[in-house]
């Protein structure tokens, strides 16, 4: 599966952005997805992912309440809405996919997001 992350951008804090991970190449109906992000000279930071049947989601805790993490099947595509915005979100964010019956996990390119005080 082919990852394409898209919806980055350069925001005041407080504001909202709405990255978007379309995939290609397979249905993501067998994946688990989710996001990542990484600012340099840190290691990269789980932030959200929902399971293949939307039956559960994840978060890394200073984005819950925050973030929202969903998945459009039909359209083979998952979102990370970011509400409140902080400074501190800023980072290169990675969608990826996890075969339910593997331990492979497919990375796309990352999304910069820079919120700004």
């Known amino acids: 599966v082919q990852l394409q992350a898209s919806g980055g951008g350069s925001v005041q804090a407080g504001d909202s952005l709405r990255l978007s991970c379309a995939a290609s190449g397979r249905s993501i109906s067998s994946y688990d997805m989710g996001w990542f992000r990484h600012v340099p000279g840190k290691p990269r930071e789980f932030v959200a992912a929902?399971?293949?049947?939307?039956?559960?989601?994840y978060y890394e805790d200073s984005v819950k309440g925050r973030f929202t993490i969903s998945r459009d099947n039909a359209k083979n595509t998952v979102y990370l809405q970011m509400n409140s915005l902080k400074p501190e979100d800023t980072a290169v964010y990675y969608c990826?996919?996890?075969?339910?019956?593997?331990?492979?996990?497919?990375w796309g390119q990352g999304t910069l997001v820079t919120v700004s005080s």
């Open positions: 990826f996919a996890r075969r339910v019956d593997s331990v492979a996990v497919y």
């Open positions: 929902i399971k293949s049947t939307s039956s559960n989601a």
